[in-house]
T-cell receptor, first 115, second 116 residues
């Protein structure tokens, strides 16, 4: 595997379900990011982890819970979501979120549908 | 507050035509970075370019060129001799220097379709 991978690629869940999105980067980077991409809206940064420490939480509702066990893996735990949470969730990584956050490498995303 | 506007929601051109994607930004920072990303149908965003606000020189990379004009707060992207593989959604983005405080702000994207 190379680059940034995300699983699953598609997920349909009910509002009472609990699920997790997984992201893995094979680039030796130290920073990882979660973004939400909704139709006709700008990409929204949700969370930033730098060297496994969360450095940014962009006012994301608590029904989204990130976890970064190591620099290569990032999870987004989902519970009691709302239909408006349906979106493409993109994971990205970069060498260092503070020193050089700009050249981010993105995964293919997880298309989430909440019913 | 930062804002990026990509007024063109969708553009279609015939293959081999040139096409320019517009990007206008707003920021109070005197120093900032501008970016373009490409999102092909597969979903992942591909980094294309980063431009420092100090550097107003235009940049060319193969068929791609970028025109940065600070006076009009624009950072336009031109593809010459377009190809079907250029079909994608293109995002312009802006960031202040201190990433922790000034996160990457994206535009809404322009969907480019190249017609064979």
């Amino acid at each position: 595997e190379t680059g940034v991978t995300q699983t699953p690629r598609h997920l349909v869940m009910g509002m009472t379900n609990k699920k997790s999105l997984k992201c893995e980067q094979h680039l030796g980077h130290n920073a990882m990011y979660w973004y939400k991409q909704s139709a006709k809206k700008p990409l929204e940064l949700m969370f930033v982890y730098n060297f496994k420490e969360q450095t940014e939480n962009n006012s994301v509702p608590s029904r989204f819970s990130p976890e970064c066990p190591n620099s290569s893996h990032l999870f987004l735990h989902l519970h009691t979501l709302q239909p408006e949470d349906s979106a493409l969730y993109l994971c990205a990584s970069s060498q260092d979120a503070l020193a050089d956050p700009y050249e981010q490498y993105f995964g293919p995303g997880t298309r989430l549908t909440v019913t | 507050a930062q804002k990026v506007t990509q007024a063109q929601t969708e553009i279609s051109v015939v293959e081999k035509e040139d096409v320019t994607l517009d990007c206008v930004y707003e920021t109070r920072d005197t120093t900032y970075y501008l970016f373009w990303y490409k999102q092909p149908p597969s979903g992942e965003l591909v980094f294309l370019i980063r431009r420092n606000s100090f550097d107003e020189q235009n940049e060319i990379s193969g068929r791609y060129s970028w025109n940065f004009q600070k006076s009009t707060s624009s950072f336009n992207f031109t593809i010459t001799a377009s190809q079907v593989v250029d079909s994608a959604v293109y995002f312009c983005a802006l960031s202040g220097i201190n990433f922790g405080n000034e996160k990457l702000t994206f535009g809404t994207g322009t969907r480019l379709t190249i017609i064979p």
